[in-house]
Nanobody, 118 residues
Framework: QVQLVESGGGLVQPGGSLRLSCAAS????????MGWYRQAPGKQRELVAI???????NYADSVKGRFTISRDNAKNTAYLQMNSLKPEDTAVYYC????????????WGKGTLVTVSS
């Protein structure tokens, strides 16, 4: 069973930065897209960023220019660099793997909390 483990969340002031990591238990990166989703209190889970197996990226409009998704297939790890953070970025961030470009997720992480507050 593939496991995805997120890390790097925490409390940061507005305008600050965080880098999230997602480590996979098996070498699945060469096969699947990787994505970061987030869910704020009282809201639905939304796709924040995706990186395909070929390295193409796409972002939600709300994070374009501030967030960067990347992957290191040799380390079975995906990353989400978050800059210029805003209070509205506060959410639990989930890592996902699968054919996400066709809205299918095979594996989810348990999530890591990001809180942006002064």
């Amino acid at each position: 069973q593939v496991q995805l483990v997120e890390s790097g969340g925490g409390l940061v002031q507005p305008g600050g930065s965080l880098r999230l990591s997602c480590a996979a238990s098996e070498s699945i990166f060469s096969i699947w897209d990787m994505g970061w989703y987030r869910q704020a209190p009282g809201k639905q889970r939304e796709l924040v960023a995706i990186i395909t197996s070929g390295g193409s990226t796409n972002y939600a409009d709300s994070v374009k220019g501030r967030f960067t998704i990347s992957r290191d297939n040799a380390k079975n790890t995906a990353y989400l660099q978050m800059n210029s953070l805003k209070p509205e970025d506060t959410a639990v961030y989930y890592c996902a793997a699968g054919p996400i470009t066709v809205n299918v997720v095979h594996y989810w992480g348990k999530g890591t909390l990001v809180t942006v507050s002064s």
